[in-house]
């Protein structure tokens, strides 16, 4: 149902004065009987046609959809009135459906953070793709990128074509074969990703998969943040050759790989093997541990890292907890809780639904 007309015979807010003006009737409540009205000579509206005037200035031949307060006050200037004017203005605009279509998209932050942190190395595996590139070498188009939400170890290959096969595969030769099963592996819902085959491999595995929203990116923040490393480490290296991206992507992963990150304050590295990799200044300029290689002992001490590992693991998980609660406390700042209850209704971004290329400026929001 669309409109509901009120009887314009029926009982309205007019009613007392007129009883009061034709046989001088107070009305019982006193508070009532006190009222003021400082305003010029205005002609006084009864519910029904107060919401004729609030239509015809909103949406008729002369309206534009105008916001609430304007919209009451531009009714009240034509020389109306009742009473309740602006809260009904307000109520009005919030059932106009056209003004909810092309209304100003919320950016305000609705939920708190939830923080996601790894129990163990290569127990929660992030998977995003990336791209499209420029095709290099081999037709490659795509990069999927694999991120360890502990040690934020990487994983990248460049794709030539994006199939659910080319995930499992990834999954199975650069993760599984390599470091171990991972527990949890959380990517958007796209296509490749949220796929009847994909569901059965990660189940032949015992891996649970959970999807993250494809409006939402944010939701795989830990990825989405290893995605802008790579992409930043990989464009000042091109100059002008675009699509040798993915000759370049080995290099930028053993940077990266080798870089200490805020979250943990240890390189990927040391968490995933127990030791810091030889990076070549250590060969330009040598290091004491190149110049004093000694494969006795280099043995004996790898083992004794590996003994202390545990430690260094369980430091790097308190301070990525900390890390978190860090950023938990400034995103949750800015929270205005909105909540939905099962059976409210939603308009949808439409953003990425295809209209604002089929309409251009004029889309819908
Ligand atoms: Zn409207």
């Given amino acids: 149902m669309m409109e509901v007309n009120t009887d314009p015979s029926s009982s309205s807010w007019t009613d007392p004065i007129i009883l009061y003006l034709q046989d001088g009737t107070a009305p019982a409540d006193k508070q009532e009987e006190m009222r003021s009205f400082s305003l010029p000579l205005l002609r006084c509206l009864t519910p029904y046609e107060a919401e004729y005037a609030l239509r015809e200035v909103h949406e008729g031949v002369y309206g534009s ?70 095709r290099g070498v081999g037709g490659v188009t795509h990069l999927i990128v694999g991120v360890d939400y502990f040690t934020k170890w990487v994983e990248a290959r460049a794709l030539s074509n994006l199939t659910t096969k080319k995930v499992e595969d990834f999954v199975f030769i650069s993760i599984i074969c390599r470091y171990e099963i991972p527990s949890q592996i959380v990517a958007d819902n796209g296509t490749q990703f949220n796929c009847s085959s994909f569901w059965d491999f990660c189940s032949s595995y015992g891996i649970k998969l959970q999807f993250t929203s494809v409006y939402h990116p944010e939701s795989n923040g830990m990825v989405e943040s290893v995605n802008k490393c790579i992409l930043k480490g990989i464009k000042p290296r091109l100059e002008q050759h675009k699509a040798k991206w993915a000759d370049e992507l080995n290099n930028v992963l053993w940077t990266y790989r080798t870089t200490s990150r805020t979250a943990t304050c240890e390189t990927p590295y040391h968490l995933a093997f127990g030791t810091e990799a030889v990076i070549p200044i250590e060969i330009g300029v040598p290091s ?65 639904t295809g209209y604002e290329t089929r309409f251009g400026k004029l889309a819908p929001n």
């Fill in 65 to 134: 959809h105008i916001g609430a307060r304007t919209l009451a006050h531009k009714v009240l200037r034509q020389g109306y009135y009742w009473p309740n004017m602006y809260k009904d203005a307000i109520q009005f605009i919030r059932r106009c459906q056209k003004c909810q279509f092309f209304t100003h998209l919320i950016h305000q932050l609705a939920e708190e953070l939830t923080t996601l942190v790894a129990p163990r190395p290569f127990a929660q595996l992030g998977l995003d793709l990336l791209g499209p590139f420029m």
């Fill in 288 to 352: 004491f541990r190149v110049t004093h290689f000694d494969e006795g002992r280099n043995g004996q001490l790898l083992r004794e890292n590996l003994d202390l590992l545990d430690e260094v693991k369980e430091e790097a998980r308190l301070r990525t907890l900390v890390y978190k609660q860090k950023i938990a406390n400034f995103y949750n700042k800015r929270v205005q809780p909105r909540t939905f209850k099962v059976g409210d209704l939603v308009l949808r971004k439409a953003g990425l």
